[in-house]
């Protein structure tokens, strides 16, 4: 039944003697507000007053919050929780088995609010996960991927990717990028057939296999580093190395391959660009309870935003070590980062640590 009324009405419409006759659970939307005259014109009809009641505002949203109480006490318990609408008052039975059905509330980042700060184009796989885990997300992509798959040295790389002995992958973007660069000149896999293919981790490795590509290399660490040493047993000395990644990568992987002799062609496929932010998001980032990075340029452009402005509520989230280095170089006190540098390490590492957090407080 609705709690909200027409207030030009002088009568109430709603059957007051047959709702508390009815057996079973009542269920009021609308009705927060006017709860304590809900109850009373229940009990005052009938209703037994020691009836188990709960009022559940913003439901199944992760911002839920539910009190219970008796049905002549729920009103008290509303104004002592300052629950708002929406909200709907549950009367009934099943209002005693809350503890037993509070499957929302025992997610594991239920109340808990995830600032996502990947480009909007990437941010939807990390934000259901946690959105999946009970935490409310607020987007607010730091960067932008702008493709570079057009200019004159990409092009004459994929021309000539069936020469390459080595082709190195350091991001999903990169690997989806080439492929995509590989078709504007009616090419497909069959392009690296003689190559090795090194992806950096299990996100470049994924978009590799959705174009039939299966990574011969890959490190147990994803940065540029480990996957410099995961090559070594490659022979490349003398022979010619593709490098396909972000304009503003690190040169670590590519220095290490020429220092091994190889002919190593480097290609920009995107470069990454700040994104101007919603102002309500970067406001709401300031008081989250957690702050994710993804990689360095997010870093950056996140502390470009904020100006002279450093979070001091949100613990930050960092995927790795060299974007725990980015955000330490900004001003910002990392505490959490992921044992394995991809979202699926990342995401556990926040689960861990809100869990440790929960036993603590």
Known sequence: MTGHEDPSRSESPLDWDALARFPGTLVVYMGVRRAGEIAAALIAAGRDPEEPAAAIERGTLPAQRTVT????????????????????????????????????????????????TRARAQASELADRLRALGAAVVELPAIRIEPRID?????????????????????????????????????????????TVAAIGPGTAAALRERGIIADVMPERFVAEALAEALEPVPIAG?????????????????????????????????????????????????????????????????????????TRPRVVSIGPITTEAARAVGLDVVVEAERSDIGGLVAALVDDASAQRVAG
């Not at 000539?160 to 080439?178: D, I, K, Q, R």
């Not at 002919?263 to 932010?277: G, N």
């Not at 300031?286 to 002279?308: G, N, W």
Request: hydrophobic content about 55%.
């Open 151 to 195: 200019s004159e040295e990409v092009k004459a790389a994929v021309a000539n990717l069936h020469a390459y002995a080595l082709v190195c992958l350091t991001s999903a973007n990169g690997a989806s990028l080439l492929f995509e660069a590989m078709e504007a000149q009616a090419r497909d896999a069959r392009a690296l057939a003689a190559a």
């Open 239 to 311: 022979k010619p190395v593709l490098v396909a990644r972000a304009a503003e990568a690190r040169d670590v992987l590519p220095d290490a391959l020429r220092a091994r002799g190889a002919e190593v062609d480097v290609v920009a496929l995107y470069e990454t660009v700040a994104e101007a932010p919603d102002p309500e998001a970067a406001e709401a980032a300031l008081d989250a309870d957690y702050l994710t990075f993804t990689s360095s340029s997010t870093v950056r452009s996140f502390a470009a935003v904020l100006d002279d402005r450093r979070p």
């Open 69 to 116: 109480a008796t049905l002549a006490e729920l009103q008290a318990a509303i104004a002592a929780a300052e629950l708002r609408p929406p909200a709907i008052v549950v009367s009934g039975a099943v209002a005693a088995r809350r503890e037993a059905l509070a499957w929302l509330e025992r997610r594991p980042l239920a109340g808990r609010t995830v600032v996502v």
